[in-house]
C-alpha cells in the first residue's frame, strides 16, 4: 500500500499468542512499512517482504519513539509494536511524550493507538474473573518514580479493598521491590487475602500459583511474572482436577 | 465441530467495532453452538446457520450464566457473550458466582475466559495513553455495593494520585452518581485535573470531550460514557486540527 501521507500505528501485541491479537492490530501489521520495538517484540511480527524492521533495546524507548514519528513524519506507514496493551505501562506514553518535547509537526500526524490484551486481562481470563470488581494496576518500577510514591499507592490500593495488579514486580537489577511491596500489603491485609503469581501467560512456560498473601513467597517472583492480590471479595473456588478458579464477587463482601 | 464434552466460552466482543475483537474471539464464536447474553451483544455475533441465540435482558445475569452453565453440562459447546472484557464488570465474574453456588459438576466443566478490549482501553486509544501509568477502575453501580464503599474508593484513588477509569457512572435510574463522584474529586483534586468523556467508543455515535475538573459538567455524562480522570503527572497536547491528545507521563511529576 503507498500513500502520500505518513501514519504511525501504536500497536498492542497482547501476550504472547496469537490468538490474543485483535483484527484491527493484524491489519495493521500488514500495512506497516517499517516495524519498529523492542527486539522480543519485532520478532512476534510475520516477516513480510520490503517491511523495514528495526529492533532495538529495551531501555531506548524515547529514542524509539522519536525514530517513529520521524519515520511517520516522512511518509513512512510505521507501526511500533509493543507486547500487551501500549496504552498500559509500554510503548504509548513513550510516543506521546516524544510527541509533547519533540518537533511542533509531529502533533499534527496521523498517530493511531490499536489496544491490546494487557497481561493482567490475560492472567484473569486464565483464572476466571478476579478484575471482576473494583481493582487497581501499579507498575513498581522506580526507575522513574521514587519509591515512597509506589509506596503510598500500594497503601492506598490495600485500605480502599481494591484488587491490585502489580506490573514490573521485579527486574534483574531491583529484584527487591517485590519483597518491598509485600511487607506493605502484609502490615495491611488479612493472611488469607488470595494471591495470584502468573508468569508467563500467553507463552509456552506459562505458569500460575493461587496462594495466600501469609504463604506467598515473593522470591518466586521474576520480570515475566504478573502479580494480582484479591480484594475482600476475592473467591477461589476449588476443583477436582487442575487449578482452581479465582474470581471478585460483584458484591460488597 | 462436534464434541462429546461441552465447553463453555466467555467472549469478549470488545467496545463496538468488529475491528477490537481478538482471533481467539472469532473463533470461539464461530465454534459455537449456543450464543447467550444481552440482546444487543448477541446482535453483534454474526449469524450462523445452526447456531441457537439466546437473547436476554441486562438485569439477569446470573440466570443467563445458569442457562450457559447447564448447556455446557449438557455437552453443548456455548459462547456467553459480553461488551467489552467479560473480566472486567461483565459477564465473567457472574458466571463464576454462578459456578460457586450452583451444581458440584459445573465445577470440572471445560470454561475458558477469552478477553476483550475494554471500554477504557479503547477510549485511551483514541486519547493517547492516559492510563499510560498507575490507574485504578471504580464501576459507579450500587446495585451491588454500598454508596459509602464507592465513595471511601473514590477518595483513595484521588488521594493516591492515580489515574481513575469510572464505569457505569450513570443509569436511567440513579442519574445521580456520577453527580456525588464528582463532589468527591472535587474536594480532593486540583481544578485543572484533566478530564475525559468518552461516549460510545467504537461506534458510529461516538464522541469524546477533553475538559478539566472544575469546567466538567456531570450532566453531560449517561450510561454509554467512559469517565477518565487524570493524575498530576496526565497531560494535555494541543494539536492544529481535531481533538487534543492526553497521556500520562511515566515519570513522576
Redo the contacts between chains.
Keep these: 500500500m503507498t500513500t502520500s501521507h505518513g501514519r504511525l500505528y501504536i500497536v498492542g501485541l497482547?501476550p504472547g499468542?496469537?490468538?490474543?491479537?485483535?483484527?484491527?492490530a493484524?491489519?495493521a501489521l500488514e500495512e506497516a512499512q517499517d516495524v519498529i520495538g523492542y527486539a522480543p517484540y519485532v520478532a512476534r511480527v510475520p516477516a513480510r517482504p520490503g517491511q523495514t524492521r528495526l529492533a532495538s533495546d529495551n531501555r531506548v524507548e524515547i529514542d524509539r519513539a522519536r525514530e517513529a514519528l520521524s519515520r511517520a513524519a516522512a511518509g513512512r506507514i510505521v507501526a511500533v509494536v509493543s507486547g500487551g496493551?501500549?496504552?498500559?505501562?509500554a510503548m504509548?506514553?513513550?510516543?506521546?511524550?516524544a510527541?509533547?518535547l519533540g518537533e511542533p509537526t509531529w502533533?499534527?500526524l496521523d498517530?493511531?493507538?490499536?489496544?491490546?490484551?494487557?497481561a493482567m486481562?490475560?492472567a484473569?481470563?486464565?483464572l476466571?474473573?478476579?478484575?471482576?470488581?473494583?481493582?487497581?494496576?501499579?507498575?513498581l518500577s522506580d526507575n522513574?518514580?521514587?519509591w515512597d510514591?509506589i509506596a503510598?499507592?500500594l497503601?492506598?490500593?490495600a485500605?480502599?479493598?481494591?484488587v491490585i495488579a502489580l506490573y514490573n514486580p521485579a527486574s534483574r537489577a531491583r529484584p527487591q521491590r517485590i519483597h518491598h511491596a509485600f511487607a506493605i500489603l502484609r502490615e495491611l491485609l488479612a493472611p488469607e487475602t488470595v494471591v495470584v503469581f502468573a508468569k508467563s501467560v500467553g507463552r509456552a512456560e506459562e505458569n500460575i500459583l493461587v496462594t495466600q498473601l501469609a504463604a506467598a513467597d515473593p522470591s518466586q517472583v521474576d520480570m515475566s511474572t504478573l502479580v494480582i492480590v484479591g480484594a475482600r471479595g476475592t473467591?477461589v473456588?476449588?476443583?477436582?482436577?487442575g487449578k482452581p478458579?479465582v474470581?471478585?464477587?460483584?458484591?460488597?463482601p
Tied chains: 1, 2.
Design positions: 497482547g499468542d496469537a490468538g490474543f491479537l485483535t483484527h484491527d493484524s491489519a496493551d501500549p496504552g498500559v505501562f504509548a506514553s513513550a510516543v506521546f511524550e510527541v509533547e502533533r499534527d498517530i493511531r493507538v490499536l489496544p491490546g490484551i494487557s486481562q490475560a484473569a481470563a486464565r476466571g474473573a478476579p478484575l471482576g470488581h473494583d481493582f487497581c494496576v501499579i507498575s522513574l518514580k521514587p510514591a503510598a499507592r497503601g492506598h490500593a485500605r480502599g479493598d481494591f473467591r473456588i476449588a476443583r477436582t482436577a478458579f474470581y471478585t464477587s460483584r458484591k460488597a
